[in-house]
Every structure is written in C-alpha cells, then in structure tokens.
C-alpha cells in the first residue's frame, strides 16, 4: 500500500492558533480536517507538508446555524454527513444540500468536511498519480519540477480541474465565506475565492483559514445540481451544472448559473444568466441557455471518459438544471 | 501412447458411495451452508498474506522501470547497499535462470538484467529493517537506460521492428502463431445461402483481486518456506526449485487464504521469487506487498482482442462453415499467453455444431504489462464477438436471433469438430429457462430500452497440465483416526469456496456433519499435489480426488460395521453420524484396532480421448463443459450514451448443485466481472504509461451500480464430475458481455462492436447512422497477419462422433 510520509501533527487550540502554526512553518504546513483530499495526495507525495495542523476539532468550525429567514452559516469543518442530516438545511437550503449530497461516498462524506470540499485540490490525470508514475511521465506543472504541462504541451499555464460538487451550486446562490487571518475576518463573495489556474486555484494566502460558509435565504428560489459522472457514487465530477433561479409566474425574475469541472476554476455564467432573466423559461430559453453555456466549457484530456463526449455533455447537463429548476422532467437515467 | 493409470478418469458415479453401499440421497450435498470461511471474512479475522509476520523481517522493495523498452547500460547499488538498515540489494545478475508458468514459455527474469521490457518491470530489490528505509534506498540507486522505440499496439508489433524486437529470437514481435482447420472450410462457404464477415475489438482488463499480491519467504534449517498469495502454489514450487537451485523437498509454498485471485496470481510473480532468494542469502524473513499501482504492472490480465469472424449459413440457419480469426496483445511476456492464443479459438466448436472451421491466431509482444490468464482465459473475448456476430448473421437471415442459435446447438453426448468430448450439456435448458424468466420474447418495446441474450460454453479444467507429466492433477489424502477426519489436498480456495467443497463431499461420503470435518489446504510441504486453481478445474478434480479417498474410509468402516454387527454391509446405512448400528467413533475405532493407523488417499486426472491430436490440442479439451445463458436488461440514453443495467438473469448448467450459496456466490461474481468488462474497465495506456494506474482512476462498477440478478440453476447430472457437478467459476461471465452489447442494440438499434461499450462509443454509432451511415461503433479492419499455412485436421467420423 501507499505510505504516509513522516509529518509533524499540531493540534490547534482556536482558529488563531492554528493560524499562528501555519505562519510559523511559513507555508510547509498544511490544514487537516476531514484529510480525504490531502493524505491521498501526501500518500501520492504530490503535497509533502512538514506538519499537519489539527482544525477538525474546534467547536465554533463545527457549528450549523439557520436564521428563521433561511439563511445559514456552515463552519468549515462541518462534515458532509451532517450537513447532509441537518433537518432546517433540509428544509432551507435544498439546492446546497443536493450538491453535497452527490459529493464521493457515504464513508467519505463521513469524514469529509464543507470547508475542504469548497477548497478541494484541483485534479488532473497526469498528476494525481503515484511518484513514481509521474517520475515516469516527467512530471508536470502543478507539482515537482515539471517544465511543461503534460495536457496541453505548449501551454504556459496548469490546466487541472476544479473538482467541487458544492461550490457551483453554493456560487449559484450567492454564498459568501468567511476568511480568517492575520488581520482578522473578512468575508468574500464565494466566488472570488478561486482563480483560473489549475496549480494555484485558491486565493488564500498561507496562513489564512476558511472557517465558515454563508448560505443567503433563498426560500422560494428554484435549484438544481446535475453531476456528470461514470458511476453512481465515488467519483468526482466530470462536468458540474448548478442552476438557480427565481420565477416570477413563468418569467425568471434572477438567475445565477454556475459550471464546474470544466475548467480550473467554477465557470459562472453571468451572460447567460443575464439573458434568461425577464425571459419565460419554456423549451427554447432552456435550449439556447445551455447552448450558450456549454460553448464556454473547454474540457482536456486529463479526466475520465472522451473529452470530446465530456464537452458534448456540459449541454445536456446544463440543460437537464434548468429544465428541473423549471419543474419539467428530469428525464435521465439515474 | 501409454495406457493411462487406472485413476485417470474413473468415473465415481453421482450418489454417495455410489456402488459400495446403501444410499438414501444426500445428506450434505445440495445444502444451502454458508462457507466455512465466511465468519472470518466478514469479522476481519481471517489473515491474509500481509497479515503475516515474524520477528525480524525484512521488507523488500522494488525498484521499477520507468521505461517502456530500453537497454539497461549499468546499474550502480553501492549507495543503497551501504545506507543504514539496508540488508541486501539484488539485481538481475543474482537472478539468471529463466523462468515461466508454463513448460513453452520460460521467458522471464525475476529483476530484468539486460533491457527492460515494459513500465513498471522490477530492476533492483531492496532488503532493509523497514518499508520506509528499503524505499528511500532504491532512490540511491542509479540505473543507466538506454533507451529504445517501444512497441505500443497490435499493427504496431505487426510492422518491422524500429530498434530492436523485444524479445531475442522471434519473428519480430510476434510471439505465437497458429492455424487450424477442421473439415472442408472453402467447402463450407460455397454451399452457404449468407455469408457474413465482422470485427470486434476486446480491451483489456485487469483482475482488480482487491488483496494486492503479497508475499513472505523464510529459509531455516536448509528449507525454503514461502507463504503467499499465489492460485498455483504447486507451480510455484516447481519455479522456486529451478530459479534458486534447490531440490523440491526443500521447498514449501503456503497458499495463504485469498481477497480474490481471478488468474492473477496464476503465474509466478517477481515479488515471489525475489523474497525467496532474499531469505535464502540474508537468513531472515523477507516479505513484499504489492501496491495496487503494481499490482497493475505485475498485471497477467485480459489480453486486448482483435478479432475478425466469416460465417456461412443456409438459409435456414444451418451454419455451414466459419473462419474465426485473433490477433492478441499480449503485453511484454509470454505468460500464459500461449494458451490464450488456442483457448480463443477452442470454445466455438463446444457451443454450435460447426461442421468445418477454420481458426487462425496470432500473439504479439508489446512493451506494456505482460497480459495472462483472466477469469474466462481467452473466450470472453471470442465469445462477445461470436455472439454479436451471431445477432449480426440472424438479421441478415431474417432469422430470430435465438432461433438461429437453437438450430445450432451442440448436443450431449457428442463430438465436436475439432475433437473435444461433450458429455453432460444443458444449453437447450439453460436457453428455455432464461427466456422464460426473462420474458425476452414478450419484452417491452420503447426507445431506449432493451434486453439482450447470449449463451456460452465453458471447460471444467484443463484436460492437461501446465507442464507435460502423466501424474495426477488432483491428489488428496485422509487422515481418520479416533482423532476425528481431516482431508488434505493441495487445492487452493481462492475465494470460490474450494476448501467448503472438499469438507461437504468428505462429509457426504462418511456420513458426517460438515463440521466434522477438517481441512488443510494448499500448503506444498502438508498437502498432496493439486495443480491450482486455475481453468475451472477444482471442484470436479479435487473434489473427484476426495471422493475417492473418502470411499476407501467409508468402505473400511462398513466391513468394520458389517463385522461387528453380524449384517451385511449393504444392509447398513451410512449418515447422522453412523455406520449401521455403529456411530461413527465406534466404526472408527474399530477399524483402527484392526488396521492401525487409517488413512486413505484418492487421485484424479481427465480421462483419456478427450481431444484429438493436433499441435493445439491439448488447449480447449475438459472433461465436462458447462453452458450458460444470459439475458440483461438495461436502459441506454440516446443523448448521453449512458448505459443503466436493471436486471441480468443468467441460468447456468451446473451439472449438480452441492451447494446453492457457493453457486450463487460465483454467478454474482461473473455478473459483476462482466458488465465491468462490457461497460467500464480497460487496462490502457497514454504516452506508453498506464492511464489508470489507481482504483480510483481505473473504472469498475460500484456496489451502487450491481443490478438485480436473477440466479437459474440447471442440473444435468454429468456422468464423471464429483455427483454429477461441474464448475460455476467462470462459464457465467461469458454470454453476459455480449448480452450487453445485444441488448444496447435492442434498445437504440445500433451496434458497438467493440468492449467496453462508452458512452461516446453509444453515440458514434448513433452520430454515423444520423449522418445515414452504418450505425455502428468498433474497428474498422483486422490487420495483415502472416499466418503459417492451417493445420489440416479430419473431424471425426460421424460413426464416432457419439461419445
């Protein structure tokens, strides 16, 4: 089997504490909660932190609250699994909890966290691999000493992906989180937190901790999350749509839709968006949506299945969300 | 030709002690009793090979080559050799003799020395204190590679050798080749009313066991004692002797309870040799795991297929000739893979009555993990494509596919075109009771919805040995004594419930609980010689051993109780614990006053005149066949090429069920194996590396995605098989794979000639029929292979195709 390398393991006291760990190994230590996303990759040596520091434990990380509007925080260290049995987000925020839903496996949602899967690595096929294997191939961008992306050969830039089920749906709601740091909290807009670069999609500095995710009241409003992928539990997305919108009688009053896993980044669709909105939602405002939608997807060959086929089906995805969100039928297979 | 041994082929008749004594039917057999391993399994119990361990051993890792094809210039060690911890550092120098699992095929090297072959192939060994130590000192090691152009495809191998051929002395890189014919094939073709040609293309696929390889070696006291997770620890023995210089009596190979084998640990494997040859120089335990990631290099999996297939058929559907050829990939050695070549040809003839066939094959090397045996050994592949075919050839005809296969069916107790022997056969019966299950005759009909049927045949064992001898195949011995009962025989359960076998047909034969009975398995230095658990072979050899050792006790016992009790011995009956007025203990014990020390053994190898003689013949002959049939379920999306199996009934002639539980257990299995070879799994590659080197990466259905499965027994009480019965370990797999493709055509009404069915490949085919092309997905041609000229072989008379 694959073999942990040696690491230091610090057990924060608070949130300022850990911060403080993290600034004291400037940057060769790493946050550990739920550690399904990091110790496969230390187990690979894609990532090889000197110390883990311990934030799974801490009690204001593990907290769910739901205002009596709907709105809700989430502490990032809040797993899956809870979320998941949390009766007023049930209630509350649907479209969140569908997307967390689909996230992995059961004994993976048990450990897994809600902050560590809005933050969770992306992926790419020629460097989630062994060190051996990717001694083999020459490396690539994202890790080790690579010169050359091994996906697209001339790029200057990594292309892996960004692999989370639950941030395009928590985007297309318009969720904030909450940073802390050296110079306090602060709270962004969910999507500013990433960049379109495969080897740095994070816009975190080294010592700044996610520790809660704001969730609006959006009662009312309809949702959906449609996930590409070749089985029905475990594997990340192939392709992502998360739509939400709010209809006033058949007219879309707002909308956000929102990709992922098809590019570095979640790709949120402002456009399209824009243009649905004041539209009837009928047949053909879903197909030109998704048409328009799908043409900014730009798949590689660095994940499972054709990448061809992949592309082909950001539409079908897209327009499967809106036809849901629209309450026609959901008409696919699983 | 010699006589055979008067133990070869006995038959043992298909009641207990059929012959000796009174029988009422069956006491044990039949029953539906959990495994006598399953407690241990699911409580976590059970000790596997990396479960072992002693005091003071030594963890062996390899060093592996990142190349697919190079010259190795120089290796330099002395670094890792003086790090701290390290006990020993071998390279291909400390390893020169050659070896292989079959007699044919020696080809391979422990740790390569002069080039290596394939990605992932072992150079260097390392012995330290420790895992973390040993692997930190392979990163000292310098290996300098010349570098050659690698082989990565079938045409590829085909073409003139860029650099060099990858193996010394063969024709390029093509490893096998053969040719066959059995009747007037041209012959055959005139007089057909349709004849119809196709390409298939099979990928390859690994066993996916989910326990990785794992070994431990220790030589103590001039004896060498291997624990490991091998299918085949007789081989394995027979290697370690010849690789290491010593005799066999100083050689043990302990088959160590199994997560799963599917032919994967068939060959002997790198790690296994290198432990042992560790042990031997350091004098301390020495052990290897696998990662799954080597478990993919050290591979032996499924060979990717080409095929190409020609029938001919009367307008009634009789068919008159066919001319079936295959060009393999067989990876970077031999393996087993020239039995692959043949097995892909043998299987056809054993289904349908084809009175002249024409087979030709060819093996290549390519720079990738050295393929082998899989689950099904080389007809999975020839299976999907002759099935399909079949589908193909009964549109042309206008014919019900099922109609077509019908009025071809072999019959019992026959003789096949190229010699093999059939005997008991249910394919009629597995047909019937599918179809009737299923409904396939009535089935709904809406767009996107299908089912598809196929039916198959499979061998139960090998007629003949890995390596040529007269011995037997299967030995088992009896120890009873006041003691209580224990069966030895080299078997191995690998998962498949072999050593539950042995105790149930034990037990039946004395009139015991099953409890009653101990077993040791698997185990060279303890137990007779069992070949292996490989081609299907256990249950009918093994368990036809045992039965014969369990009858010298059983009949000893009844002289003893008929002695006693003044009756004659076929007045007594035998069960619940008793020999007439006798218990068991008190039979026993008598017995044992009279004889001394009782024990019995029993012996068993395939009965003579069960294949022709031909080069290739002793590949593809059994002593029984069993037949499957399938039919599955499914819904395919015609936007997204998404397949959905909801249902798979698959009836299976099992000659007699001795336990339904066990049976039940292989059939879900197959099903499962198969639709992950129909629908997902592929062991590929990219850039000459593996492109799913990782359980995650490499697709296999989840729990999730099992379907229903509607399990159909049929019991035809075969004349030679242990009470009749006959194998279940693989024959389910094979009519399911191409039940699959048919029923995506049932459902969408295109064809995807190729495995695994992608979704993309689901909508090529539609794309190519929108654009009023053929809707089809799959290769387009079969390369040009330089078949040597057939074999010619006269089919036998009819006068003696009755058998």
Redesign the interface.
Known sequence: ???LP?FEHLRAESVRDAAGMLADHGGTARLLAGGTDLLAKMKRRQVMPDALVGIGHLAPLREVRVAPSGAAELGAAVTLAEALADRRLAADQPGYLEAVGVVS?PALRNAGTIGGNLCVDTRC?YN???E??R???GYCLKTGCGERC?VAASSPRCWAIFSSDTAPMAIALGATVVVWGAEGERELPLGTLYADDGKAHLQLGPAEILTALRLPARRGWRVAYEKLR??????FPLAGAAVALELDGDVVAACRLVLGAVASHPVELHDVAQALTGRRLDDEAIEEAATAGARLAKPLDNS???Y??RK??VK?ILERALRRAAGADRG??? | MRPPPPWAGRRLGTEPGDGDALSDGFQVVGKALPRLDALGKVTGATRYADDLSWPGTLACVLL?S??PHARIVAVDTAAAAATKGVVAVLTGADLPVRYGAIATSQDEAALASDKVRY?GEPVVAVAAVD??TAREATKKIAVDYEVLAPVSSIEQALLAPADEPIHEGTKGNIHRLAALEFGDVDEGFAVADVVREDVFFYEGSNHLAME?HSATAIFADGQLTLWSSTQAPHNLHRVLAKVLDLPMTRVRVVATPHGGGFGGKVDPAAHEVVVSKLAVLTGRPVKC?L???EVFYNHRGRHPALMWVRTGAARDGQITAMHFRVALDGGALASLGAATTYYTGALQPATYDIPAYRFEACRVFTNKAPCGPKRGHGTPQPRFALEIHLDKLAEDLGMDPVALRRCNYVRPQSRTVNWLRITSCGIEEVTEKVLAASGFATRSRRVGHGQGFAVSAYLCGAGFPMYPSQLPHSEVGLKVDRGGVTVFCGATDIGQGSDTVLATVVAEELGLDRADVRVVTADTGLTPVDLGSYSSRVTFMAGNAAIDAARKIRTLLLEEAARTSGLLAHELRVGDGRFGPLSFEQAVEAAEERHGALSASGSYAPPPGISGEFRGSAVGPGPAYTYSAAVVDL?A?P????V?VHKVWVAHDIGRLLNPVLVRGQMDGNVYMALAEAL?ESQTYR?D??????V??Y?T??A??MPAIEHLYVETIDPEGPYGAKEVGQGPFLPVVPAVVSAIHDALGVWVDEVPV???KI?RALDARDRGALGRAGPKRFPAVPFPPCIKVEPPHAATARV
Do not use: C, I
């Open positions: 089997m694959l073999r040696a496996s096929n989630d691999m062994t051996e294997w001694h083999a191939v091994q070749r089985r029905s539990a475990v594997d499972d299945l054709n061809v086929w082909r089906m079908v696919r297979l699983r | 592996r990142p190349h990605v895992e973390v990785e795991t990662s799954r990631e819904d999306d936007t997204t090429g998404e959905l997902m850039k590396l593996l492109h799913h080197p990782s995650l990466e697709k259905p989840l999730t995605d992608t979704p993309e909508l």
